[in-house]
Nanobody
Framework: QVQLVESGGGLVQAGASLRLSCTAS????????MGWFRQAPGKERGFVAG????????YYADFVKGRFTISRDNAKNTVYLQMNSLKSEDTAVYYC????????????????WGQGTQVTVSS
């Protein structure tokens, strides 16, 4: 079992930056592809960014390219999402997820999920 805990969310103004963290316990994350997803009120949970288990590959949803950066530190069992130039439409609960030995954009592919952290961007 992998337990994931997100942190770093908060209330910021448009144009600001936040860095989300996702720290794992239970197992080492080094063999898990990781993803960040988000869910706004009344909407489905959707893909934001992903990183391969080795960290060699990253990929993003089109609406965050150039603004968000996903990274991982396997020594710290932590994955990050650096979010710059935040917009009001980025307001959502952000979730991290883990997928054993693989990674992808589909929500149903992931094995473990955190409880989420709220990001609110005021315009």
């Amino acid at each position: 079992q992998v337990q994931l805990v997100e942190s770093g969310g908060g209330l910021v103004q448009a144009g600001a930056s936040l860095r989300l963290s996702c720290t794992a316990s239970g197992r080492a994350l080094s063999r898990y592809g990781m993803g960040w997803f988000r869910q706004a009120p009344g909407k489905e949970r959707g893909f934001v960014a992903g990183v391969s288990w080795s960290g060699s590959s990253t990929y993003y949803a089109d609406f965050v390219k150039g603004r968000f950066t996903i990274s991982r530190d396997n020594a710290k069992n932590t994955v990050y999402l650096q979010m710059n130039s935040l917009k009001s439409e980025d307001t959502a609960v952000y979730y991290c997820a883990a997928k054993f030995l693989s990674s992808g954009r589909a929500r149903d592919e992931y094995d473990y999920w955190g409880q989420g952290t709220q990001v609110t961007v005021s315009s």
